[in-house]
């Protein structure tokens, strides 16, 4: 069984960088990162493959979030920049037992509680 714990979400201005992160206990090999802003459904961010050489990003953060991992510590990083008000919203670790870099929330079976994050203008 994979539990995931995520650290570091908080309050930032427009513009402005923020990095959370999950930590993973379990074997994981592929994992993402999802965001759920109020009234929206959970959509995809990123996503890493167990050796970093498949990574996928979602077009809306592509060139300003950036996904990594250290798997001698079992933690996956996203490092966000240029953050935006609609970057604002409840980010979730997610993470796969098998391989395949994926993007849809049916392709993960663990998940994180959730980190809120929120951009100010």
């Known amino acids: 069984q994979v539990q995931l714990v995520e650290f570091g979400g908080g309050l930032v201005q427009a513009g402005g960088s923020l990095r959370v992160s999950c930590a993973a206990s379990?074997?994981?090999?592929?994992m993402g990162w999802f965001r759920q802003a109020p009234g929206s459904e959970r959509e995809f961010v990123a996503a890493?493959?167990?050796?970093?050489?498949?990574?996928y990003y979602a077009d809306s953060v592509k060139g300003r979030f950036t996904i990594s991992r250290d798997n001698a510590k079992n933690t996956v990083y996203l490092q966000m920049n240029s953050l935006k008000p609609e970057d604002t919203a409840v980010y979730y670790c997610?993470?796969?037992?098998?391989?395949?870099?994926?993007?849809?929330?049916?392709?993960?079976?663990?998940w994180g509680q959730g980190t809120q994050v929120t951009v100010s203008s």
């Open positions: 890493i493959s167990w050796s970093g050489g498949y990574i």
């Open positions: 379990g074997r994981t090999f592929v």
């Open positions: 997610a993470a796969r037992s098998v391989f395949g870099v994926a993007n849809r929330r049916e392709d993960y079976a663990y």
